[in-house]
Antibody, heavy 117, light 110 residues
């Protein structure tokens, strides 16, 4: 049974950089893609980007200039960095295991990130 | 503004049936498998339907999915109070080379 556990700073100021980490417990790390998805308060889901075990990434064009997704295969960890934050980046951020192009079958617990001065 | 279009709300009575629609385009639902997620308040989304009409272990067969062209639907029969949740459709989009989601539908069981 795979579990995704995520953590990171929850309160940031405008212009700062968000940094979140997601550790994968159980299951195969290399057979899947790993995505980050966010959800602003009271709103829907937005895909941020994905990475595979080789480090190949793919980002949402609307966020591409500010996003970096990386991984540490030795620790089964995926990381997200989002720079130049504004209040519009306030959201719950989720990591998720992706059967590439087909579905997300496991999700982290979510991390609320608030951007406020 | 979401790429996939869902009604913002839906409702039904206990024991009844409700259908939630998801409208897309040729580059997403028209070309790829859509999937559905259930999100209970304060929790992460949970995979409900994948590969058009497959259910993960533990999801009751009261939930079913279908697709026609560039639109998909989620049907829930035998409605129960615990089905009250937000439901999202999603699909890979070949034009964007990424995932797109619907705006979500809030289901109320009256």
């Amino acid at each position: 049974q795979v579990q995704l556990q995520q953590w990171g700073a929850g309160l940031l100021k405008p212009s700062e950089t968000l940094s979140l980490t997601c550790t994968v417990y159980g299951g195969s790390f290399s057979d899947y893609y790993w995505s980050w998805i966010r959800q602003p308060p009271g709103q829907g889901l937005e895909w941020i980007g994905e990475i595979n075990h080789s480090g190949s990434t793919n980002y949402n064009p609307s966020l591409m200039s500010r996003v970096t997704i990386s991984l540490d295969t030795s620790k089964n960890r995926i990381s997200l960095k989002l720079s130049s934050l504004t209040a519009a980046d306030t959201a719950v951020y989720y990591c998720a295991r992706e059967n590439r192009g087909f579905f997300f079958d496991s999700w982290g617990q979510g991390t609320l990130v608030t951007v406020s001065s | 503004h979401s790429v996939l279009t869902q009604p913002p709300s839906a409702s039904g009575t206990p024991g009844g049936r409700v259908t939630i629609s998801c409208s897309g385009s040729r580059s997403n639902i028209g070309s790829n498998k859509e999937n559905w997620y259930q999100q209970l308040p304060g929790t992460a989304p949970k995979l409900l339907i994948y590969l058009n009409n497959q259910r993960p272990s533990g999801v009751p067969d009261r939930f079913s999915g279908s697709k026609s062209g560039t639109s998909a639907s989620l049907a829930i029969s035998g409605l129960q109070s615990e089905d009250e949740a937000d439901y999202y459709c999603a699909a890979w989009d070949d034009s964007l080379n990424g995932w797109v989601f619907g705006g979500g539908t809030k289901l109320t069981v009256l």
